[in-house]
């Protein structure tokens, strides 16, 4: 088999998988793109609670 062939027998089997594929609609992208938002939210305030404490932390030890 020559690359040529190898690459088009890929790509159509890329396509007959894209077609089987189910797309979420408008409204479930919409909710799933607010709940990734979200956790990046809290997981960024945590994040910073964190670091303040440590940083507090050893404010008071170094004095």
């Not at 062939?5 to 894209?18: F, N």
Request: aromatic share 10%.
């Amino acid at each position: 088999m020559d690359i040529a062939k190898k690459t088009k027998e890929y790509l159509t089997g890329v396509g007959a998988e894209a077609k089987r594929v189910t797309w979420p609609g408008k409204r479930e992208l919409w909710e799933s793109t607010l709940v990734v938002i979200s956790f990046i939210f809290i997981l960024a305030v945590t994040t910073l609670v964190c670091d303040k404490a440590i940083e507090f932390c050893l404010n008071l030890i170094k004095g």
